[in-house]
């Protein structure tokens, strides 16, 4: 009978791996799923050994198939080294927490080696955007979002994507090697059965990106929106994900004391990615997605 289990149970997770995205959204429970999809490689060294309990070498072998397709999957994301190279912008994005008292410190860590950063979920005049204030010499915050940068910031304004009030931006930034047409975005959160809020507002940034004609495009921020999950089908393409070209594995953001699943993105056109990571969010729920650029 164990033995069967594991070959059930072996042949289940395989083909959700494999076909997880032809399977219904279920009310947004799939998209949820997905988001953690990674993860569900641990099912299989359990699987090995319930397959050595049953002293079955049909059920190893059964085991072994989700493996296989986990390895296809994500094997290279594991393997992946940076491009590496110059670069000539490094960015940053990260949800600074609402009323997080540390957020000052959360960013300052951060930001010091940094030309652009967006940050998410401020409080006006709070920590987080006093600080950034003294590192960087421009700004625009709109709302709860907002860019900070080292180099001037021309033709902002605010952005609404479908929430009935602007959780995002639109900002040129000037650069030694050329403008660069940034958004910071904070998109609608996803719970399980509860994404249809998120997959309106991931709809309005895509019909905001294939509107703007821009030479180089960056986008930053929550997206609430994992790598793996069906809504970055929307994105990516027309943009390109800075940690699955220049990363060093899953690249994983909240939470912050343990991640799990990535939320936050930069996401680019027209550049190059030499390098991607995650920076560590002391006093923060987030951790800081980074990445540089070649212009």
Known sequence: MLSRVVVIVSAVVAVALAGHSLIP???????????????????VPLLLAAAA???????????????????????STLLSTPP????????????????????????????????????????????????????????YPVSTVGLWSRYPISDARPIDVGLGWPRALRAV????????TVYVMHLAS???????????????ARRLIDA??????????????ATTDRGMRGLTPPLTDAQRVAGDGFGFTWPAEFPITRPDHILFRGMTATKAGVAPATGSDHRAAIASLRL
């Open 25 to 43: 959204a279920f009310g947004g429970f799939t998209p949820i799923l997905e988001s953690l999809l990674p993860w569900v490689g641990l099912t």
């Open 53 to 75: 309990m049953a002293r079955s070498a049909a059920a190893a072998l059964a085991a072994l198939v989700p493996g296989v397709v986990w390895a296809a999957m994500f094997g």
């Open 84 to 139: 590496g190279g110059p670069s000539d912008l490094a960015v940053g994005t990260i949800n600074v927490g609402v009323r997080n008292n540390a957020s000052g410190e959360a960013v300052r860590t951060v930001a010091k080696d940094l030309d652009l950063l967006a940050a998410q979920e401020l409080t006006s005049g709070g920590p987080a955007a006093k600080q950034l204030n003294k590192m960087f010499k421009y700004r």
């Open 173 to 180: 930034v000037t650069t030694p090697k050329g403008k660069v």
């Open 190 to 204: 996803a719970r399980p059965g509860q994404t249809t809020s998120r997959d309106a507002t991931l709809a309005q």
């Open 212 to 225: 703007d004609h821009s030479k180089r495009v960056l986008l930053l921020g929550d997206l609430n929106t």
